[in-house]
């Protein structure tokens, strides 16, 4: 099994900067990807960044292009996300999420999905206040 344990959230002003940092634990695995998901309260869960973990390809959703930064550290199996410029509308729970698509797979590839993920984190508050 896999399990995702994200940190990094918390308290932050408009206008500020937070980093969040979702590690995978758990049998060997190295994923074909990973990603962010937000959900405001009242809200369905809404795609914010993802990163194939063998090119480094980036995807981002529209909150968040140009504001937020993904990475990744291989070696620890490591996700992050950069956010800057924070607003009080990025206030959310924020998930981290794993893809353990097979490289042999055909079906249609969509990063910014919730069905393309095979493993979830318990997810971590970020709140903005104005």
């Known amino acids: 099994q896999v399990q995702l344990v994200e940190s990094g959230g918390g308290l932050v002003q408009a206008g500020g900067s937070l980093r969040l940092s979702c590690a995978a634990s758990?049998?060997?695995?190295?994923?074909?990807?990973m990603g962010w998901f937000r959900q405001a309260p009242g809200k369905g869960r809404e795609f914010v960044a993802s990163i194939n973990w063998s090119g480094g390809n980036t995807y981002y959703g529209d909150s968040a292009t140009h504001r937020f930064i993904i990475s990744r550290d291989n070696a620890k199996n490591t996700v992050y996300l950069r956010m800057n410029s924070v607003k009080p509308e990025d206030t959310a729970v924020y998930y981290c999420a794993a893809d353990d698509r097979k490289w042999y797979s055909t079906t249609y590839y969509d990063p910014t999905a919730e069905s393309e993920y095979d493993y979830w984190g318990q997810g971590t508050q970020v709140t903005v206040s104005s």
């Open positions: 758990g049998r060997t695995f190295i994923p074909y990807a």
